[in-house]
Protein backbone atom coordinates (compact mmCIF):
# COMPACT_ATOMS: atom_id res chain seq x y z
CA UNK A 1 0.00 0.00 0.00
CA UNK A 2 1.53 3.42 -0.74
CA UNK A 3 1.70 5.89 1.84
CA UNK A 4 -0.58 8.55 0.20
CA UNK A 5 -4.33 6.23 0.21
CA UNK A 6 -7.44 8.85 1.34
CA UNK A 7 -7.59 11.02 -1.64
CA UNK A 8 -7.34 8.23 -3.92
CA UNK A 9 -10.27 6.09 -5.76
CA UNK A 10 -7.98 3.79 -7.56
CA UNK A 11 -4.92 2.34 -7.41
CA UNK A 12 -1.87 3.15 -9.62
CA UNK A 13 -1.81 1.57 -12.90
CA UNK A 14 0.73 -1.73 -12.64
CA UNK A 15 2.55 -0.26 -15.56
CA UNK A 16 2.64 3.26 -13.98
CA UNK A 17 3.55 1.81 -10.62
CA UNK A 18 6.66 0.37 -11.61
CA UNK A 19 7.64 3.57 -13.48
CA UNK A 20 7.28 5.18 -9.88
CA UNK A 21 8.49 3.39 -7.67
CA UNK A 22 12.12 3.83 -6.86
CA UNK A 23 12.47 0.72 -4.16
CA UNK A 24 15.07 -1.54 -6.74
CA UNK A 25 17.57 1.19 -6.14
CA UNK A 26 16.79 3.41 -2.93
CA UNK A 27 16.36 0.05 -1.09
CA UNK A 28 20.41 0.62 -0.41
CA UNK A 29 19.39 3.28 1.70
CA UNK A 30 17.17 1.28 4.20
CA UNK A 31 19.95 1.44 7.35
CA UNK A 32 20.08 5.13 6.71
CA UNK A 33 16.41 5.83 6.40
CA UNK A 34 16.32 3.58 10.23
CA UNK A 35 19.23 5.67 11.08
CA UNK A 36 16.96 9.19 10.57
CA UNK A 37 13.83 7.61 11.48
CA UNK A 38 15.65 6.71 14.75
CA UNK A 39 17.07 10.19 15.47
CA UNK A 40 13.80 12.10 14.53
CA UNK A 41 11.09 9.63 16.37
CA UNK A 42 13.94 10.35 19.63
CA UNK A 43 13.81 14.00 18.79
CA UNK A 44 9.91 14.24 18.85
CA UNK A 45 9.83 12.46 22.37
CA UNK A 46 12.31 14.62 23.68
CA UNK A 47 9.58 17.45 22.26
CA UNK A 48 6.72 15.91 23.90
CA UNK A 49 4.89 16.11 19.74
CA UNK A 50 4.91 12.44 20.53
CA UNK A 51 4.33 10.65 24.11
CA UNK A 52 8.04 9.22 25.33
CA UNK A 53 6.64 5.78 25.37
CA UNK A 54 6.08 5.83 21.90
CA UNK A 55 8.90 7.45 20.63
CA UNK A 56 11.26 4.54 23.19
CA UNK A 57 8.71 1.78 21.25
CA UNK A 58 9.27 3.44 17.67
CA UNK A 59 13.29 3.22 18.41
CA UNK A 60 13.02 -0.20 19.51
CA UNK A 61 11.04 -1.35 16.57
CA UNK A 62 13.43 0.42 14.06
CA UNK A 63 16.29 -0.65 15.72
CA UNK A 64 14.71 -4.44 15.35
CA UNK A 65 14.03 -3.88 12.13
CA UNK A 66 17.84 -2.65 10.89
CA UNK A 67 18.84 -6.03 12.60
CA UNK A 68 16.73 -8.21 11.30
CA UNK A 69 17.49 -7.05 7.45
CA UNK A 70 20.99 -7.17 8.31
CA UNK A 71 20.74 -10.80 9.12
CA UNK A 72 18.33 -11.45 6.34
CA UNK A 73 15.70 -12.49 9.08
CA UNK A 74 13.60 -9.55 6.71
CA UNK A 75 13.48 -9.27 3.18
CA UNK A 76 12.41 -5.99 1.36
CA UNK A 77 9.55 -5.74 -0.07
CA UNK A 78 10.05 -4.95 -3.87
CA UNK A 79 6.79 -3.75 -4.31
CA UNK A 80 6.74 -1.17 -2.16
CA UNK A 81 6.63 2.60 -3.95
CA UNK A 82 9.90 3.48 -2.07
CA UNK A 83 12.52 2.49 0.76
CA UNK A 84 10.97 5.06 3.32
CA UNK A 85 7.44 3.03 2.52
CA UNK A 86 8.74 0.20 2.97
CA UNK A 87 10.24 1.05 6.41
CA UNK A 88 7.07 2.35 7.34
CA UNK A 89 4.92 0.33 6.74
CA UNK A 90 7.04 -2.55 8.58
CA UNK A 91 6.87 -0.28 11.50
CA UNK A 92 3.37 0.00 11.50
CA UNK A 93 2.82 -3.85 10.62
CA UNK A 94 4.85 -4.72 14.04
CA UNK A 95 3.52 -2.31 16.58
CA UNK A 96 -0.06 -0.35 14.90
CA UNK A 97 -0.70 2.87 15.69
CA UNK A 98 2.29 3.96 17.67
CA UNK A 99 4.39 3.20 14.08
CA UNK A 100 1.73 5.70 12.48
CA UNK A 101 3.33 8.19 14.50
CA UNK A 102 6.91 8.62 13.37
CA UNK A 103 6.18 10.41 10.23
CA UNK A 104 4.53 13.40 12.46
CA UNK A 105 6.24 16.69 11.59
CA UNK A 106 8.25 15.09 8.18
CA UNK A 107 7.91 14.64 4.96
CA UNK A 108 9.84 12.01 2.40
CA UNK A 109 10.94 15.60 0.62
CA UNK A 110 12.92 15.94 4.12
CA UNK A 111 13.35 12.13 4.70
CA UNK A 112 14.64 11.15 1.45
CA UNK A 113 17.21 14.45 1.57
CA UNK A 114 18.60 13.27 4.40
CA UNK A 115 19.21 9.43 3.68
CA UNK A 116 20.81 10.31 0.36
CA UNK A 117 22.96 12.96 2.60
CA UNK A 118 23.90 10.06 5.35
CA UNK A 119 24.26 7.42 2.87
CA UNK A 120 26.56 9.82 0.96
CA UNK A 121 28.72 10.54 3.72
CA UNK A 122 29.35 7.06 4.40
CA UNK A 123 30.30 6.56 0.66
CA UNK A 124 32.36 9.23 0.60
CA UNK A 125 34.49 7.59 3.48
CA UNK A 126 34.60 4.46 1.68
CA UNK A 127 36.24 6.10 -1.44
CA UNK A 128 38.06 8.37 0.77
CA UNK A 129 40.01 4.74 2.49
CA UNK A 130 40.23 3.63 -0.97
CA UNK A 131 42.36 6.55 -1.96
CA UNK A 132 44.35 6.78 0.94
CA UNK A 133 45.57 2.79 0.50
CA UNK A 134 45.93 3.64 -3.40
CA UNK A 135 48.56 6.50 -2.24
CA UNK A 136 50.06 4.36 0.10
CA UNK A 137 50.90 1.95 -2.99
CA UNK A 138 52.21 4.18 -5.39
CA UNK A 139 54.21 6.10 -2.36
CA UNK A 140 55.67 2.74 -1.76
CA UNK A 141 56.44 2.33 -5.73
CA UNK A 142 57.78 5.61 -5.97
CA UNK A 143 60.35 5.07 -2.86
CA UNK A 144 61.88 1.49 -4.34
CA UNK A 145 62.30 3.74 -7.96
CA UNK A 146 63.17 7.15 -6.57
CA UNK A 147 66.39 6.77 -8.84
CA UNK A 148 65.03 4.99 -11.89
CA UNK A 149 65.88 7.59 -14.57
CA UNK A 150 62.94 7.43 -17.17
CA UNK A 151 62.50 9.80 -19.97
CA UNK A 152 59.96 12.71 -19.01
CA UNK A 153 57.82 13.61 -22.47
CA UNK A 154 55.87 16.69 -23.73
CA UNK A 155 53.88 15.94 -26.77
CA UNK A 156 54.81 12.71 -26.08
CA UNK A 157 58.33 13.06 -26.98
CA UNK A 158 61.23 12.47 -25.16
CA UNK A 159 61.71 15.76 -23.47
CA UNK A 160 64.02 15.74 -20.27
CA UNK A 161 65.21 12.95 -17.81
CA UNK A 162 63.24 12.71 -14.82
CA UNK A 163 63.10 8.90 -12.80
CA UNK A 164 59.93 6.48 -12.24
CA UNK A 165 59.55 8.12 -8.72
CA UNK A 166 58.98 11.55 -9.50
CA UNK A 167 56.49 10.39 -12.33
CA UNK A 168 54.56 8.86 -9.86
CA UNK A 169 54.28 11.11 -7.15
CA UNK A 170 52.71 13.55 -9.71
CA UNK A 171 49.67 11.59 -8.88
CA UNK A 172 50.24 11.31 -5.73
CA UNK A 173 49.80 15.11 -5.46
CA UNK A 174 46.41 14.39 -8.01
CA UNK A 175 45.11 12.05 -5.28
CA UNK A 176 45.90 14.15 -2.18
CA UNK A 177 43.93 16.55 -3.78
CA UNK A 178 41.37 14.51 -4.66
CA UNK A 179 41.13 13.16 -1.18
CA UNK A 180 41.40 17.24 0.43
CA UNK A 181 38.26 17.84 -2.09
CA UNK A 182 36.05 15.03 -1.00
CA UNK A 183 36.87 16.01 2.56
CA UNK A 184 35.67 19.34 1.96
CA UNK A 185 32.85 18.33 -0.07
CA UNK A 186 31.79 16.40 3.31
CA UNK A 187 31.66 19.77 5.06
CA UNK A 188 28.42 20.68 2.72
CA UNK A 189 27.00 17.27 2.69
CA UNK A 190 26.90 16.77 6.67
CA UNK A 191 23.82 19.12 7.35
CA UNK A 192 20.63 18.23 7.97
CA UNK A 193 17.64 18.84 6.00
CA UNK A 194 14.95 17.28 8.76
CA UNK A 195 12.45 19.52 10.26
CA UNK A 196 12.15 20.57 6.13
CA UNK A 197 9.15 19.10 5.84
CA UNK A 198 7.40 18.93 2.61
CA UNK A 199 8.87 22.27 1.69
CA UNK A 200 7.10 24.89 4.08
CA UNK A 201 8.57 23.68 7.86
CA UNK A 202 6.70 22.19 10.06
CA UNK A 203 4.05 23.94 12.80
CA UNK A 204 5.55 21.59 15.63
CA UNK A 205 8.27 22.42 18.50
CA UNK A 206 10.73 20.17 16.69
CA UNK A 207 14.35 20.85 17.93
CA UNK A 208 16.30 20.65 14.43
CA UNK A 209 19.74 20.37 16.02
CA UNK A 210 19.18 17.58 18.54
CA UNK A 211 18.64 15.62 15.71
CA UNK A 212 21.23 16.64 13.31
CA UNK A 213 23.45 16.07 16.37
CA UNK A 214 22.16 12.48 16.99
CA UNK A 215 23.09 11.89 13.16
CA UNK A 216 26.57 13.34 13.88
CA UNK A 217 25.88 16.30 11.66
CA UNK A 218 27.28 19.72 12.09
CA UNK A 219 24.38 21.74 11.22
CA UNK A 220 20.71 21.76 10.02
CA UNK A 221 19.85 23.28 6.53
CA UNK A 222 18.79 27.02 6.94
CA UNK A 223 15.52 27.24 4.38
CA UNK A 224 13.35 24.49 4.11
CA UNK A 225 13.28 25.24 0.75
CA UNK A 226 16.54 24.25 0.15
CA UNK A 227 16.78 21.94 2.49
CA UNK A 228 14.46 19.40 0.82
CA UNK A 229 15.51 21.33 -3.34
CA UNK A 230 19.35 20.73 -2.63
CA UNK A 231 21.57 18.34 -4.63
CA UNK A 232 24.49 20.29 -4.54
CA UNK A 233 25.99 18.02 -2.48
CA UNK A 234 25.27 15.71 -5.51
CA UNK A 235 26.79 17.06 -7.90
CA UNK A 236 29.85 17.96 -5.71
CA UNK A 237 30.17 14.71 -4.65
CA UNK A 238 29.99 13.63 -8.73
CA UNK A 239 32.48 16.53 -9.41
CA UNK A 240 35.00 15.50 -6.80
CA UNK A 241 35.01 11.45 -8.48
CA UNK A 242 34.70 12.66 -11.95
CA UNK A 243 38.63 14.43 -11.12
CA UNK A 244 39.46 11.17 -9.50
CA UNK A 245 38.68 9.12 -12.62
CA UNK A 246 40.32 12.15 -15.07
CA UNK A 247 43.53 10.88 -12.74
CA UNK A 248 42.97 7.37 -13.21
CA UNK A 249 42.18 7.86 -16.84
CA UNK A 250 45.24 9.23 -17.40
CA UNK A 251 47.48 7.22 -14.91
CA UNK A 252 45.76 3.96 -16.81
CA UNK A 253 46.15 6.00 -20.75
CA UNK A 254 49.91 5.65 -19.21
CA UNK A 255 49.84 2.13 -17.58
CA UNK A 256 48.51 0.94 -21.20
CA UNK A 257 51.26 2.57 -22.98
CA UNK A 258 54.15 1.06 -20.45
CA UNK A 259 53.19 -2.02 -21.10
CA UNK A 260 53.33 -2.35 -24.85
CA UNK A 261 56.00 -3.51 -26.41
CA UNK A 262 56.87 -0.02 -28.14
CA UNK A 263 58.23 1.16 -24.30
CA UNK A 264 58.03 -1.92 -22.41
CA UNK A 265 58.51 0.05 -19.00
CA UNK A 266 56.64 -2.32 -16.74
CA UNK A 267 55.10 -5.82 -17.06
CA UNK A 268 52.11 -6.37 -15.73
CA UNK A 269 51.19 -9.61 -13.24
CA UNK A 270 49.53 -12.22 -15.12
CA UNK A 271 46.54 -11.78 -12.15
CA UNK A 272 45.71 -8.46 -13.52
CA UNK A 273 46.24 -8.76 -17.07
CA UNK A 274 43.75 -10.56 -20.05
CA UNK A 275 45.27 -13.11 -23.33
CA UNK A 276 43.60 -12.95 -26.35
CA UNK A 277 40.87 -15.85 -27.85
CA UNK A 278 43.10 -15.52 -31.25
CA UNK A 279 46.45 -14.20 -30.62
CA UNK A 280 48.46 -16.46 -28.63
CA UNK A 281 51.24 -14.06 -27.85
CA UNK A 282 48.59 -11.49 -26.19
CA UNK A 283 48.77 -10.36 -23.16
CA UNK A 284 46.39 -6.92 -22.62
CA UNK A 285 46.38 -4.26 -19.62
CA UNK A 286 42.38 -5.03 -19.36
CA UNK A 287 42.15 -3.93 -16.45
CA UNK A 288 43.68 -0.36 -17.22
CA UNK A 289 41.54 0.15 -20.28
CA UNK A 290 38.52 -0.77 -18.37
CA UNK A 291 39.07 2.09 -16.09
CA UNK A 292 39.98 4.71 -18.41
CA UNK A 293 36.44 3.45 -19.87
CA UNK A 294 34.58 3.56 -17.28
CA UNK A 295 35.68 7.48 -16.40
CA UNK A 296 32.88 8.23 -18.99
CA UNK A 297 30.45 6.53 -16.87
CA UNK A 298 31.10 8.95 -14.31
CA UNK A 299 31.44 11.87 -16.19
CA UNK A 300 27.79 10.98 -17.60
CA UNK A 301 26.69 11.04 -13.98
CA UNK A 302 27.96 14.38 -13.31
CA UNK A 303 26.23 15.44 -16.38
CA UNK A 304 22.71 13.71 -15.92
CA UNK A 305 22.92 15.29 -12.31
CA UNK A 306 23.42 18.96 -13.98
CA UNK A 307 20.99 18.55 -16.46
CA UNK A 308 18.14 17.08 -14.14
CA UNK A 309 18.59 19.74 -11.51
CA UNK A 310 19.13 22.94 -13.94
CA UNK A 311 15.50 23.97 -14.44
CA UNK A 312 13.48 22.42 -11.92
CA UNK A 313 11.41 25.16 -9.55
CA UNK A 314 11.34 24.92 -5.75
CA UNK A 315 10.95 22.69 -4.25
CA UNK A 316 10.85 19.23 -4.18
CA UNK A 317 10.01 17.91 -8.06
CA UNK A 318 9.87 14.02 -8.61
CA UNK A 319 12.24 14.75 -11.26
CA UNK A 320 15.24 14.83 -8.32
CA UNK A 321 14.18 10.80 -8.08
CA UNK A 322 17.18 10.45 -10.83
CA UNK A 323 19.97 11.47 -8.66
CA UNK A 324 20.24 8.39 -7.13
CA UNK A 325 21.09 5.23 -10.07
CA UNK A 326 23.55 7.72 -11.52
CA UNK A 327 25.31 8.60 -8.26
CA UNK A 328 24.88 4.98 -6.77
CA UNK A 329 26.42 3.47 -10.09
CA UNK A 330 29.19 6.83 -10.23
CA UNK A 331 30.05 5.65 -6.27
CA UNK A 332 30.28 2.06 -7.44
CA UNK A 333 32.46 2.87 -10.09
CA UNK A 334 35.07 4.64 -8.42
CA UNK A 335 35.67 1.93 -5.76
CA UNK A 336 35.96 -0.52 -7.96
CA UNK A 337 38.22 1.55 -10.21
CA UNK A 338 40.72 2.38 -7.14
CA UNK A 339 40.59 -0.54 -5.64
CA UNK A 340 41.20 -2.76 -8.66
CA UNK A 341 43.70 -0.16 -9.93
CA UNK A 342 45.81 0.04 -7.06
CA UNK A 343 46.18 -3.78 -6.76
CA UNK A 344 47.39 -4.26 -10.45
CA UNK A 345 49.73 -1.47 -10.28
CA UNK A 346 50.63 -2.89 -6.72
CA UNK A 347 51.79 -6.08 -8.47
CA UNK A 348 53.35 -4.49 -11.83
CA UNK A 349 57.08 -5.54 -12.13
CA UNK A 350 59.40 -2.05 -12.56
CA UNK A 351 61.18 -2.62 -16.14
CA UNK A 352 64.08 0.08 -14.84
CA UNK A 353 66.72 -1.09 -17.44
CA UNK A 354 64.26 -0.60 -20.42
CA UNK A 355 63.49 2.91 -19.36
CA UNK A 356 66.93 3.90 -18.60
CA UNK A 357 67.74 2.99 -22.42
CA UNK A 358 64.85 4.55 -23.84
CA UNK A 359 65.94 7.63 -21.77
CA UNK A 360 69.45 7.31 -23.34
CA UNK A 361 68.19 7.49 -26.51
CA UNK A 362 65.97 10.44 -26.97
CA UNK A 363 68.43 13.02 -27.14
CA UNK A 364 66.84 13.79 -23.63
CA UNK A 365 70.05 15.23 -21.87
CA UNK A 366 70.33 17.71 -24.89
CA UNK A 367 68.98 20.71 -22.38
CA UNK A 368 72.18 19.84 -19.90
CA UNK A 369 74.62 19.56 -22.57
CA UNK A 370 73.22 23.55 -23.52
CA UNK A 371 72.94 24.57 -19.86
CA UNK A 372 77.08 22.95 -19.79
CA UNK A 373 77.97 26.03 -22.66
CA UNK A 374 76.33 28.33 -20.77
CA UNK A 375 77.95 27.29 -17.53
CA UNK A 376 81.05 28.43 -19.56
CA UNK A 377 79.62 31.48 -20.84
CA UNK A 378 77.63 31.11 -23.64
CA UNK A 379 74.54 33.19 -24.01
CA UNK A 380 71.82 30.18 -23.69
CA UNK A 381 70.27 30.75 -27.40
CA UNK A 382 73.33 30.45 -28.64
CA UNK A 383 74.41 27.02 -26.52
CA UNK A 384 71.06 26.10 -27.97
CA UNK A 385 71.69 26.27 -31.67
CA UNK A 386 74.98 24.10 -31.16
CA UNK A 387 73.49 21.90 -29.02
CA UNK A 388 70.55 21.82 -32.29
CA UNK A 389 73.33 21.89 -34.95
CA UNK A 390 74.91 18.79 -32.68
CA UNK A 391 71.84 16.63 -32.52
CA UNK A 392 71.30 17.16 -36.19
CA UNK A 393 75.12 15.83 -37.08
CA UNK A 394 73.64 12.59 -34.21
CA UNK A 395 70.44 12.00 -36.03
CA UNK A 396 72.42 11.77 -39.70
CA UNK A 397 75.24 10.03 -38.04
CA UNK A 398 74.16 7.24 -35.92
CA UNK A 399 75.46 8.80 -32.95
CA UNK A 400 73.71 9.98 -29.37
CA UNK A 401 75.42 12.68 -27.50
CA UNK A 402 77.08 10.58 -25.41
CA UNK A 403 78.60 8.21 -28.18
CA UNK A 404 79.24 11.69 -30.24
CA UNK A 405 83.30 11.86 -30.72
CA UNK A 406 84.46 14.35 -28.77
CA UNK A 407 86.08 16.40 -32.15
CA UNK A 408 82.74 16.80 -33.43
CA UNK A 409 81.34 18.73 -30.28
CA UNK A 410 84.58 20.79 -31.37
CA UNK A 411 84.09 21.08 -34.37
CA UNK A 412 80.50 23.17 -33.18
CA UNK A 413 81.72 24.72 -30.50
CA UNK A 414 85.16 25.39 -29.08
CA UNK A 415 84.09 25.77 -25.71
CA UNK A 416 83.54 22.05 -25.67
CA UNK A 417 85.98 20.17 -23.66
CA UNK A 418 85.98 16.28 -21.85
CA UNK A 419 83.85 17.61 -19.27
CA UNK A 420 80.59 17.50 -21.11
CA UNK A 421 80.35 13.78 -21.03
CA UNK A 422 80.04 13.97 -17.61
CA UNK A 423 77.15 16.88 -17.83
CA UNK A 424 75.14 14.69 -19.88
CA UNK A 425 75.80 11.66 -18.05
CA UNK A 426 71.92 11.15 -17.29
CA UNK A 427 72.18 10.21 -12.95
CA UNK A 428 74.11 13.84 -13.13
CA UNK A 429 71.12 15.24 -15.09
CA UNK A 430 68.66 13.90 -13.04
CA UNK A 431 70.62 15.00 -9.90
CA UNK A 432 71.10 17.93 -11.30
CA UNK A 433 67.63 18.69 -11.17
CA UNK A 434 67.31 19.53 -6.85
CA UNK A 435 64.93 22.28 -7.24
CA UNK A 436 62.30 21.61 -4.92
CA UNK A 437 59.42 19.34 -6.70
CA UNK A 438 62.35 18.10 -9.16
CA UNK A 439 63.04 14.89 -10.30
CA UNK A 440 66.39 14.51 -8.47
CA UNK A 441 66.20 11.00 -6.86
CA UNK A 442 67.21 13.47 -3.13
CA UNK A 443 63.89 15.46 -3.99
CA UNK A 444 61.49 12.31 -4.71
CA UNK A 445 62.45 11.30 -1.36
CA UNK A 446 61.48 14.35 0.08
CA UNK A 447 58.66 14.59 -1.67
CA UNK A 448 57.35 10.96 -0.75
CA UNK A 449 58.11 12.09 3.11
CA UNK A 450 55.93 15.35 2.67
CA UNK A 451 53.27 12.93 1.17
CA UNK A 452 53.42 10.13 3.90
CA UNK A 453 52.85 13.06 6.38
CA UNK A 454 49.54 14.25 4.66
CA UNK A 455 48.21 10.65 3.36
CA UNK A 456 46.49 10.13 7.46
N1 LIG B 1 11.48 8.18 -3.93
C1 LIG B 1 11.42 9.59 -3.79
C2 LIG B 1 12.76 10.24 -4.22
O1 LIG B 1 13.70 9.55 -4.33
C3 LIG B 1 11.16 9.95 -2.36
C4 LIG B 1 10.50 11.25 -2.16
C5 LIG B 1 9.10 11.18 -2.53
N2 LIG B 1 8.42 12.41 -2.34
C6 LIG B 1 7.31 12.77 -3.01
N3 LIG B 1 6.83 13.91 -2.76
N4 LIG B 1 6.79 11.98 -3.90
O2 LIG B 1 12.85 11.39 -4.47
Redesign the pocket.
Known amino acids: MPL ?1 TGRFKKQLDKKTNDFN ?3 SF ?1 SRMARQDITGSVAHATMLGKQGIIEKSESEKIVATLKDIAADLESGKLEIDMTA ?4 TFVEGELTKRIGDSGKRLHTAR ?3 D ?3 LD ?1 RLYLLEETDKIDAALKDFIDVILKKAEENHDAVMPGYTHLQRAQPVTFGHHLMAYASMLLRDRDRLSDCKKRMAVSPLGSG ?1 LAGTTYPLDREYSAKLLGLSGVCSNSLDGVSDRDYVVELLSCLSLVMVHLSRFAEEMVMWCSWEFKFIELDDAFSTGSSIMPQKKNPDIAELVRGKSGRVFGSLMTLLTVMKGLPLA ?1 N ?1 D ?2 E ?2 EVTFDAVDTVLICVDTFSAMLETAKVLRNNMRSAAAKGFINATDCADYLVKKGLPFRDAYKAVGQLVAFCIENGYTLETLPQEEYKKVCELFDEGVFEAIDLDNCVKGRAVKGGPAPQCVLEEIENAKKLNV
Not at 81 to 84: L, S, Y
Open positions: WSSIDEDIHSRNQVALAYKMQDK
